[in-house]
């Protein structure tokens, strides 16, 4: 079992940046895939970024490349979200996921685990 608990979510001026964490409690997170998904208002969760247990792999939605940064501190049973350069279509509650399985996963199938999310809201 994997417990996740994500932070740091605001609200940001355009262009602004905010960085999300992602606590994760259970033995079993240094040997899981992490991931970020957003769920805008009246549309369907959206994947974000994922990141190999190991960290050494990556993937980013189109939408997000060149803004945003995942990483994670197995020391610290944390997943960073680093946004940067921050849109007005980039409000939305960001979810923290994680799943067993080796790899990164763009699919919220892929996820066994998920937070309860933080709000993002950013201004024009």
């Known amino acids: 079992q994997v417990q996740l608990a994500e932070s740091g979510g605001g609200l940001v001026q355009a262009g602004g940046s905010l960085r999300l964490s992602c606590v994760a409690s259970?033995?079993?997170?240094?040997?899981?895939?992490l991931g970020w998904s957003r769920q805008a208002p009246g549309k369907e969760r959206e994947f974000v970024a994922a990141?190999?247990?190991?960290?050494?792999?990556?993937s980013y939605a189109d939408s997000v490349k060149g803004r945003i940064t995942i990483t994670r501190d197995n020391a610290k049973n944390t997943v960073y979200l680093q946004m940067n350069s921050l849109k007005p279509e980039d409000t939305a509650v960001y979810y923290c996921?994680?799943?067993?399985?080796?790899?990164?996963?763009?699919?919220?199938?892929?996820?066994?685990?998920w937070g309860q999310g933080t709000q993002v809201t950013v201004s024009s």
């Open positions: 996921a994680a799943s067993g399985k080796y790899g990164v996963g763009t699919r919220e199938s892929w996820y066994e685990f």
């Open positions: 259970g033995s079993r997170f240094s040997s899981s895939s």
């Open positions: 990141i190999s247990w190991g960290g050494g792999r990556t």
